[in-house]
């Protein structure tokens, strides 16, 4: 267990609006941002693209352990990358997306980025969104939230995310991903997305993004006034 504590920590389902959100709180505090679902993505492209057989637990752990990772923030984008491939828009397709699964259940493939992250953390305050942030990276963390939406409206969200981008998605089939999604997300043995007990929930469902940024950014100060 690690004690570090100035860390903003936001878990929640696919499509919730935490990528978005957490790195406008991190703006908004003044924290450095940590996308750790931009790690497992990469740590799959990377197997993917070296040929590891996805069923080999210990052939993940080797490979994550050597994965060339470097991220950085470039103008509101988690740039990504491996060696010297670009992979920042690589790891959002769903080619990638769809094996994710297959790596973030290995306890070795974990224990590796979250070594990983906890060394990112301990640089100073972060706000960092993932499944297992206040569970398992950080459970001192200062301030958690849990930011959940209902499963139609995480699709609606995701969809117009792809229209946007030029990519056509049915709706139907975004939607049945999300909820695969969470059933792998929520049902693994470990590290399942579970909200901390010590957790704040925000339903976006019915809030802007301003809204759920500046909910957050009050729980976040009053929590820092507390301490
Ligand atoms: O947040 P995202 O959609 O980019 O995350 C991609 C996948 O990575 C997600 O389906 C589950 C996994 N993940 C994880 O297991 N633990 C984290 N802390 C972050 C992401």
């Not at 297992?132 to 459970?139: H, K, M, N, S």
């Not at 049945?176 to 049902?187: G, V």
Request: glycine share 8%; charged share 30%.
């Amino acid at each position: 267990m690690t004690d570090i504590r100035d860390i903003v920590a936001i878990d929640g389902p696919a499509g919730a609006g935490k990528s978005t959100i957490a790195r406008r709180v991190a703006e908004a505090l003044g924290f450095a941002f940590l996308d750790t679902g931009a790690m497992y993505r990469a740590a799959t492209w990377w197997a993917m693209h070296e040929g590891i057989d996805l069923d080999d637990p210990a052939a993940l752990e080797n490979a994550t352990a050597e994965m060339p990772l470097d991220m950085d923030e470039d103008g509101g984008v988690t740039r990504v990358r491996v060696g010297q491939h670009d992979v920042s828009a690589i790891i959002r397709t769903p080619e990638v997306t769809r094996n994710i699964y297959r790596l973030d259940r290995s306890p070795g493939v974990r224990a590796r980025l979250v070594e990983l992250q906890r060394a990112i953390g301990s640089r100073g305050p972060t706000v960092a969104e993932g499944r297992d942030i206040g569970t398992v990276v950080f459970p001192k963390a200062r301030c958690k939230v849990y930011l959940d939406a209902s499963i139609e409206e995480r699709a609606r969200r995701r969809a117009e995310d792809f229209t946007r981008k030029g990519i056509a998605v049915d709706i139907a089939e975004v939607r049945e991903d999300i909820r695969a999604r969470d059933e792998k997300d929520m049902t693994r043995v470990v590290a399942p997305l579970r909200r901390a007990d010590d957790a704040h929930v925000i339903d976006t469902t019915h809030m802007t993004p301003d809204e759920a940024v500046g909910a957050i950014v009050a729980l976040a100060r009053a929590a820092w006034n507390a301490s």
